[in-house]
């Protein structure tokens, strides 16, 4: 079956930087709807950003963009996020999906059938 495990989550300050990495496997087929999401106490789960695994189709939300970005490993099987310019704002538990139906990836969260477990990262001075 599909595994998705995330891992880099931080302490870090305001204005810092971080990376996160989602490693996948499993999968059956040579593309796949991706995303990134992060939920924060007392809220629900946020959109990142969404993508598919072979590149292109990016979205990010407006609230990272310019700030985070996605990059990938092929060999490794494992996808990145850059986290620049961090806001306590950004403090969260974040998630990695993978949507098998489709090679891009869905805003609605709903639509991913494999997640990862989450990894916290906290912006604080």
């Known amino acids: 079956q599909v595994q998705v495990v995330v891992s880099g989550g931080d302490l870090v300050q305001p204005g810092g930087s971080l990376r996160l990495s989602c490693a996948v496997s499993?999968?059956?087929?040579?593309?796949?709807?991706m995303g990134w999401f992060r939920q924060a106490p007392e809220k629900e789960r946020e959109l990142v950003a969404t993508?598919?695994?072979?590149?292109?189709?990016?979205i990010y939300a407006d609230s990272v963009k310019g700030r985070f970005s996605i990059s990938r490993d092929n060999a490794k099987n494992t996808v990145y996020l850059q986290m620049n310019n961090l806001k306590p704002e950004d403090t969260a538990v974040y998630y990695c999906?993978?949507?098998?139906?489709?090679?891009?990836?869905?805003?609605?969260?709903?639509?991913?059938?494999?997640w990862s477990q989450g990894t916290q990262v906290t912006v604080s001075s």
């Open positions: 499993g999968s059956p087929f040579d593309n796949y709807g």
């Open positions: 993508f598919s695994w072979t590149g292109g189709s990016t």
């Open positions: 999906a993978v949507d098998l139906r489709r090679t891009y990836g869905s805003t609605w969260y709903g639509e991913y059938d494999w």
